[in-house]
């Protein structure tokens, strides 16, 4: 294992400079195993490049001054000197990925039980820098990750979809696995991708799209070892390779007449195909299944259920210790937009909240975090809180669809914060991220390519790294979360840059909020790519995405009272807060109720005059972010490369902020004939 170097590509989060607080001092690793191996090299290459001593030696990696400034160690290793035994013995077990962290004696010290977690600990120090080096003593601090699993999804094609590309929905150039259907033959990069998903706390990669196209559902068969080659890049910082399959494989490539998950045959198609997986790739994650969904087959097609379905697949994985990553993204994508009753919000409750506690131990249910699509505003799905009786797991979407895709500065972590924190029975119950620490962990949509920057939008690394550590600790601050990255990034710069990242990046998402589709209605983006504004661009479509404005009102009446109902799939006092036209959050006003312009919202102005406010301040704040950033020019603080690209983007989102505030405004002045109290141009 050799740690990997690249030129020609942004460091992210992980410059060599981040190393130089350890690769200045004399390092002990001690203990055995791939991932103290990696340590080791870690130690060893940062020693290199700062601290000129050579490393070597039994231990690995020491050199220069007498006396360890620093012992990394396996608690249980052979020879481990004081104060590592010390340190090892207060903090007691820490578990298969924790770590103990202190200071004494004038050593710093990472103790773990096991290898991984020595790896998340030498990743703490880089964090900390000097700091881990204070003169003072640090007492022992603990840390585990939260969620046992902290997973990302690719959606990588092999073969470039013709309409989708190499990547779906990817804002950041190619895949980091494939070029136009072959493995990539240099797979460096996959390496130094995986390392940067370590030092945030990521230990699972589901490697391609959950859209399963027939050159990808070979990688069950004769393209299996493109799957063991970037299982081997990713293991040794700690990442098991998953991939995705279709329902239909034992059909498709197994040559069986049904892929009936209660017929014999299909059930040893799958377990064969498991057994030969692992074959190939004894520490292999498992699979994730996108089923009955957009056109994916699934077992509704043979009159079985999802449980069904994801039994057999579960039953292959489980004498291996495999899991099933069961999407529950199943709806009506063929819908009638005059049929007033079908609800695409009520469909993933509806579909799996009655097979609660039906399916198998190792199947995870990977819910969207919203019960319609990744929209900018929803509430949580209520299907979080519809099935106690099975591990779920939320998925989050750090690619930026429908968020400005990667030109849009939108800094994620302020709204997954809000919603891990949601409290669905109230406050006195579990939280979201509650659920999914407890059930299958967090799962999420990379937003990374092959593009110089590895997210297209420099500033878009911040939402990889605040995912990775809000899956490690759903607690964080994302203010906090963002000063981490920023140290990382920015080597000696941070203390000038911070302000501005602060001003530009903390209300992001807020700001896109503003100039996007109002108070929840969702959606009012251009079909197909979804990027920019057409307020009616779903509205009659089969998509089941409408917001049902007319020249009275506006909004979706998801009421028991006298709209869908969805509503009654809250336990209480959800379902009582949003059935309430008085007590409805307004940011969700829409999503829930029909409304006509006039309404008072609980903030004091009316719904149009607020859709009005808030696209004119949006667009306001994009200014001030530009302006803000075009200040940095010739500070020497970025690197002018840098700046530049983030410059030219944040021109776009002006533009296309721009766009958007015009298209809504109008749209809705049009609509509803009532004027700005404040006389501002509207088209
Ligand atoms: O948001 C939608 C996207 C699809 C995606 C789908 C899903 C992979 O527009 O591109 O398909 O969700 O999550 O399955």
New binding site residues.
């Given amino acids: 294992m050799t740690v990997p170097q690249l030129t020609g590509v942004h460091p992210a989060w992980l410059p060599p400079e981040a190393f130089q607080a350890i690769g200045s001092r004399r390092v002990l690793v001690l203990g055995e195993g791939a991932l103290v191996d990696t340590v080791r090299e870690e130690v060893a290459a940062a020693r290199a490049r700062h601290g000129g001593g050579q490393g070597g030696g039994q231990a690995g990696g020491q050199g220069g001054r007498e006396g360890a400034g620093c012992v990394l160690a396996l608690s249980g290793a052979d020879g481990l000197p004081e104060p590592a035994r010390a340190v090892a013995a207060e903090a007691g077990p820490t578990g298969a990925e924790g770590y103990a962290l202190a200071r004494r004696d004038g050593v710093t010290v990472v103790v773990a039980d096991a290898p991984a977690g020595l790896l998340y600990g030498l990743f703490h120090l880089v964090r900390l820098g000097e700091a881990a080096f204070a003169p003072a003593d640090r007492p022992v601090e603990r840390h585990a990750p939260a969620a046992a699993r902290r997973m990302l999804d690719h ?1 990588d094609n092999i073969a470039v979809h013709p309409v ?1 590309g190499q990547v ?2 990817g804002y950041a150039g190619g895949s980091l696995f494939w070029r136009d259907g072959e493995l990539r033959e240099d797979l460096t990069r996959v390496r130094a991708y995986a390392r940067l998903l370590a030092a945030a706390g990521i230990n699972a990669v589901a490697i391609n ?3 399963v196209h027939a050159t990808e559902a070979r990688l069950l068969t004769d393209r299996l070892d493109e799957v063991a080659a970037i299982a081997a890049e990713l293991r040794p910082y700690g990442i098991r390779a998953h991939v995705s399959v279709g329902f239909a494989s034992p059909v498709v490539l197994g040559g069986l007449p049904t892929a009936d998950p209660l017929d014999e045959e299909v059930r040893r198609w799958w377990a064969d195909a498991a057994d030969r997986v692992y074959a190939a790739v004894q520490d292999f994650g498992g699979f994730v299944v ?1 089923a009955d ?2 056109g994916q087959p699934g077992p509704f097609a043979y009159g079985r259920s999802h449980a069904d379905g994801a039994d057999v697949l579960a039953a292959a994985l489980a004498p291996h210790g495999g899991v099933v990553h069961w ?1 529950a ?1 199943v709806y009506d994508h063929r819908q009638d937009w005059r049929d007033r009753s079908t609800d695409r919000a009520r469909a993933a409750c509806d579909h799996f909240a009655p097979l609660d506690g039906r399916f198998a131990e190792n199947v995870i249910l990977q819910v ?1 975090h919203g019960p319609m ?2 929209q900018p505003r929803e509430p949580v799905s209520p299907v979080i809180a519809a099935m106690p009786a099975t591990k779920l797991a939320v998925e989050l ?1 750090v690619t930026q ?2 968020t400005g895709q990667q030109r849009h500065v939108c800094y994620l972590a302020p709204m997954w914060s809000e919603l891990l924190a949601f409290r669905p029975w109230g406050e006195e119950g579990r939280s979201v991220a509650d659920v999914a620490v407890g059930g299958g962990g967090l799962v999420a ?1 990379s937003n990374a390519g092959d593009d110089p920057y590895w997210t297209g939008h420099p500033l878009a690394q911040a939402n990889l790294y605040a995912f990775g550590r809000l899956a490690w600790d759903p607690r964080l601050d994302p203010a906090a979360i963002l000063d981490e990255w920023a140290d990382l990034t920015f080597p000696g710069a941070a203390d000038g840059l911070r302000g501005t990242l602060h001003a530009i990046m903390d209300g992001s998402w807020r700001t896109y909020e503003r100039y996007t589709a109002p108070l929840g209605v969702g959606f009012m983006v251009r079909p197909g790519h ?1 990027y920019g504004p057409d307020v009616d661009g779903y509205e009659y479509t089969p998509w089941g995405t409408y917001h049902f404005a007319d020249r009275d009102g506006v909004g979706v009446d998801r009421t028991r009272a006298t709209g869908t109902g969805f509503t009654g799939q809250y336990p209480r006092p959800w379902s009582d807060v949003y059935e309430s036209l008085e007590r409805c959050p307004d940011e969700l006003l829409l999503f829930f109720h029909h409304v006509p312009y006039g309404h008072v919202l609980r903030g004091g102005s009316t719904v149009i005059q607020h859709i009005y406010d808030t696209h004119f301040a949006g667009v306001e704040e994009v200014s001030a972010m530009r302006a803000r950033w075009d200040k940095l020019d010739g500070s020497g603080l970025v690197d002018p490369a840098y700046h530049a690209r983030v410059a030219e983007l944040l021109a776009e989102q002006q533009r296309s902020a721009e766009e958007w505030r015009d298209q809504v405004n109008t749209n809705f002045f049009r609509k509803s004939g009532v004027p700005d109290a404040r006389g501002r141009r509207i088209h």
């Fill in positions: 959606w989708m779906e929905r799209n959950v859209n996108k969904s957009e999407r993204f969207k699509d990744f979407q669809e429908y949509v979804h």
